[in-house]
């Protein structure tokens, strides 16, 4: 039994308990998805949508995702539902930079992307009470993440 899983709390975990939590985290997205589109005959306020460049370097990627997460913390504390939003289109494209350095090979950037779409989600929806747990794990998960780049 290979004892590799780097996530904070759950270090030195089995295999099937890493699918466990990537499931958990699939199932906690496909719960907040679905509000977050309107049903037939209802029309919905869509959220804005952004663009962000994928950085090309591993340090790059390491320097925007630490501008986007620092800018997340800030905007909850202040209430700044669409500046999360915003942000996480900035975290997510960091994301897919330090997944292109890792060679897509770590199942921690695979976490990664998950917690961000639960931030993603809930920030369109300005679910405090999803956001306010969903954003330390995320920064946490970041954070284990970027240890790997060796930077």
Do not use: C
């Amino acid at each position: 039994m290979i004892l590799n899983f780097r996530t904070p709390g759950t270090a030195g975990l089995p295999s099937v308990w890493r699918r466990t939590v990537i499931a958990a985290l699939l199932i906690t997205v496909s719960i907040i998805a679905p509000a977050t589109y309107a049903s037939a005959g209802e029309t919905a306020q869509r959220a804005d949508h952004y663009e962000a460049k994928i950085p090309e370097s591993k340090m790059d990627a390491a320097i925007m995702a630490r501008e986007a997460m620092a800018s997340i913390v800030s905007a909850f504390d202040a209430g700044d539902f669409e500046l999360i939003h915003k942000q996480t289109y900035k975290l997510e494209a960091a994301a897919k930079g330090i997944a292109r350095a890792l060679e897509d090979d770590s199942e921690e950037a695979e976490v990664l992307a998950y917690r961000i779409e639960i931030v993603h989600l809930a920030s369109e929806l300005g679910d405090g009470a999803v956001l306010k747990p969903a954003i330390p794990g995320l920064n946490e998960t970041l954070n284990s993440v970027l240890s790997e780049l060796d930077l």
